[in-house]
């Protein structure tokens, strides 16, 4: 797991005073920055382009654990043939 430590850490009230600088900082670097609130770590800002990336990473990984789930559950005998689900899947469209 990523530690918040590892992102550059500012102020929220250094953040407020100087959002244009960090603005910049945040598109020529894509790289999130950890605003502090008396010290305790409490908001993260990251620029849209980099959101967008974390957003598709996110699903790619979440697809991923759902084919992983899938195949254990075929490998222990669990669900239906393939063929025998696109049948269903054809009749059912048939019937419209």
Same mark, same amino acid.
Request: contains cysteine.
């Given at each position: 797991? /990523? !530690?918040?430590? #590892?992102?550059?850490?500012?102020? $929220?009230?250094?953040?407020? =005073?100087?959002? &244009?600088?960090?603005?910049?900082?945040?598109?020529?670097?894509?790289?999130?920055?950890?605003?502090?609130?008396?010290?305790?770590?409490?908001?993260? /800002? !990251?620029?849209? #382009?980099?959101?967008?990336?974390? $957003?598709?990473?996110?699903? =790619?990984?979440? &697809?991923?654990?759902?084919?992983?789930?899938?195949?254990?559950?075929?490998?222990?005998?669990?669900?239906?043939?393939?063929?025998?689900?696109?049948?269903?899947?054809?009749?059912?469209?048939?019937?419209?």
């Amino acid at each position: 797991m /990523v !530690q918040i430590l #590892e992102f550059c850490c500012n102020s $929220l009230s250094n953040f407020k =005073r100087n959002t &244009t600088e960090f603005m910049e900082q945040l598109r020529e670097t894509g790289q999130a920055i950890v605003l502090t609130v008396n010290g305790k770590a409490e908001l993260v /800002v !990251q620029d849209v #382009e980099s959101y967008q990336k974390l $957003l598709e990473l996110v699903e =790619r990984l979440e &697809t991923i654990e759902a084919v992983k789930m899938a195949l254990e559950e075929m490998k222990a005998g669990k669900g239906e043939p393939a063929h025998e689900v696109f049948q269903e899947i054809i009749k059912s469209l048939d019937e419209e």
